[in-house]
């Protein structure tokens, strides 16, 4: 049950494969990208057309796929520990991913470009995988009843136990198990893990950190040790149900009150007391960032006013202080005006005064090192200004950010921050230019005025403009960006007056305030984070993934709260599934290119021998060049041009000193040479980067291949650095 649930549930969570089929499908493209090279026009048409394929699967799975119906009330909470500090309850998606997968097979059958897919490349094993797993999930939902719920609790000060329970709905479900541990496991696994309660009374030689499960009272639990779930069996035997009279289980029969999908709390205050006491020195820092006050932190996903919608809370025991209120109360953000509607990316926040952070951020410096604000003073007596008070209470604590493009086109951004004083602020910039002998272009249009600064970055130059204009400072890539802002605020074009906005708030927001709005283009994202190509990115475009994310905040005296619109892919599952399947994708990914740098050293190791044998006066090869073919293609061999390896690896540039890549990892060879012939080699493959691979190989002229887990290398080793490496086991 614990192996079929971490392998097979992610998939199924939440909607079943109606958006696990984006996500996978997205998930192995971002693998097979990995590499540096780009696909080729013709593999990213094809991506293309198997994404439009895919988002229209999307929209299918959406209409036909029925989802559980929230739920008001749980049978399961009143059963927990007096003492557990962690609770999620989610509801069971066997049905739902069965019917999804019932019409992804569908698709399948009518479906050519989906189909050919499917079946080849990493697909043509993986697929038949990920369609047995969701089979299995959903025979075993048939035993489950309509929650399940996994809780943590401590008694005393010991590590938390964890548990997972669910009903029982049919008889039959521990031959079941029994069976499909068996199937799915890894290792031979003995019946006797799956017990009754009669039989985990007599049960011994358990090992401690050993998953066991419990079929008692219509309940199947799952949880760490023998000892775990005796002690459970033994509270349910006490029917003690004092979990739901406190605090914390009252907080979470709140949760079901409105109707809930998905609840997951956990309570910091208790969490918080768990946690082994450092030096009184870190002690009181923390306590003075006011997140000593932590009560409950509680994530829910349920219908407002019929809409799906995700919130979380973070509350305190009382009124929040330190750095957990800075976030202000809830207000109007005129910064949203200037948003340009083409924005990828923007974050707007309301501070508390930033004269009053910068003292909370000196009273947090000063109280581990009473020096650490004194470079800070220098600067200020040198420049004759006071970062306070010249400049931070000048400004309201209104910031917005904004990106309107990604790599690898030039960056264009920028910063609004309303200013409680525009022409104080603008004069204190002047003294600072003219102590740092700094002298801004200006100019003036419509009665604002300009200033641009030229900055070298790298090997280019970048003009950064600003400008006082409606009680804002703003900040910009360029005079034309700045001055583009102030005209949608003028007249009124802004993102905050379109309708992609106003349609993905929360369904919570009803023309609220708010403390902070995040917005986002997911395609948008997702195209740079993954390498997606244009043709890909177009045919997503119609897709869930291109519903704009907007996440509202919310500052309230004791409690910070959160919440999003989740009508397409809801941002808290998109994480998890991101989290789970993406990364178990990379590793599969840097797990292979590993075998081929070991395969490909190897071959290198080869090709010197017979190169050696070959040439005798030459001795080793001093490159990977001479070991590879002639470049003219005149398939000619000499000393030159071996043709002992692929020209991938030993193509023309691959000369001494250069790196050549294959499989997300670069190759090289240094030779020690007395005049003639090259006595010794040194063989070296490193990662391209920490996403295409885990470890770094060498090889000398022994053959023997060495590895080390670490960065990737940004120079060649020596003989005997390598040789310290240990060796790889065959």
Known sequence: MHMLLTRSFPQSFRYGLTYAALTVFLSFTAAAQVNPTQPSPEDAKKLAVVAAQFAQLSQKLRARVELPMPRHESRLLPLLAESTLAY???????????????VFREELKTNEELRAWWQKGDMATEGPKI????????????????????????????DPKFLLLSEVRKPGLKTYLQGLVKEISDKPMPEALVFDANE???????????????????????????????????????????????SFGKRLIKCYHDGATIIAAADMHAVLSH????????????????????DYVVWEHKNIAGQPASQMELSFLGPRRGIASWLAAPGPMGSLEFISPKAVLSASLLLKDPAQIYDDVAE?????????????????????????????????GEITVEVDTLPPQAPVWKVFLKAKDPSGLSSTLQTLFTAMRVSPAESDEDGVAYHTL??????????????????????????????????????????????????????????????????????????????????????????????????AGYGEETVLREANRSGGVDVGVALMLGAIAIPNL??????????????????????????????????????????????????????????????????????????????????????????????QYVVVATPVSNNTGTRNFCSTSDAVIRSQIGIPLSAPITATKCRSWAPLMP
């Open 88 to 102: 999620v309850a989610i509801p069971n998606y066997g049905e739902a991913s069965h019917q999804a997968l019932a």
């Open 200 to 246: 985990l009374s007599q049960a011994k030689n358990v090992p401690a950190d050993e998953p066991i499960i419990l079929i008692r009272d219509n309940l199947v639990m799952l949880g760490q040790g023998l000892d775990t779930l005796r002690q459970f069996s033994a509270q349910l035997q006490e029917k003690n149900s004092e979990f739901a009279s406190t």
């Open 586 to 679: 990379l590793r599969v990914r840097r797990a292979a290119n590993d075998a081929s740098a070991v395969a490909n050293l190897r071959t290198a190791n080869i090709a010197q021998i017979t190169y050696q044998s070959t040439y005798p006066r030459r001795g080793y090869a001093h490159d990977l060049a001479s070991l590879g073919p002639d470049p003219s293609g005149s398939h000619a061999i000499s000393s030159q041009h071996a043709s002992l390896i692929d020209p991938t690896l030993g193509g023309a540039s691959c000369t001494a000193g250069a790196w050549c890549i294959k499989s997300g990892y670069r190759f090289t060879i240094t030779t020690t040479c007395k005049l003639q012939p090259c006595v």
């Open 364 to 396: 947090l410096a000063t109280a581990s090192n009473p020096n650490a604000m004194a470079s800070l003073a220098q600067m200020e007596s040198a420049l004759q200004l006071s970062l306070r008070n010249d400049i931070l209470a000048r400004l309201t």
């Open 275 to 294: 946690i082994p006491k450092s030096a009184p020195q870190s002690e009181a820092i923390f306590e003075r960032t006011g997140f000593s006050d932590m």
């Open 454 to 551: 030229t900055v070298p970055s790298g090997q280019k130059m970048l003009d950064i403009t600003y400008a006082m204009a409606d009680g804002y400072m703003i900040v910009g890539s360029g005079r034309r960006v700045v001055s583009d802002a102030i005209q949608l605020h003028r007249t009124g074009g802004s993102l905050a007056k379109s309708s992609k906005l106003i349609s993905a708030l929360p369904p919570s927001h009803t023309g609220k305030d708010v403390s902070a709005l995040i917005y986002e283009d997911p395609m948008a994202i997702a195209s740079f984070s993954l390498r997606i190509s244009p043709e890909l990115a177009s045919s997503l475009s119609s897709s869930t993934l291109n519903t704009p994310l907007v996440i």
């Open 131 to 158: 369609e047995d797993r969701l089979e299995q999930f959903y025979e075993l939902s048939q035993y489950l009843g309509d929650e399940i719920v996994v809780m943590a609790a401590s008694e005393g000060k010991g």
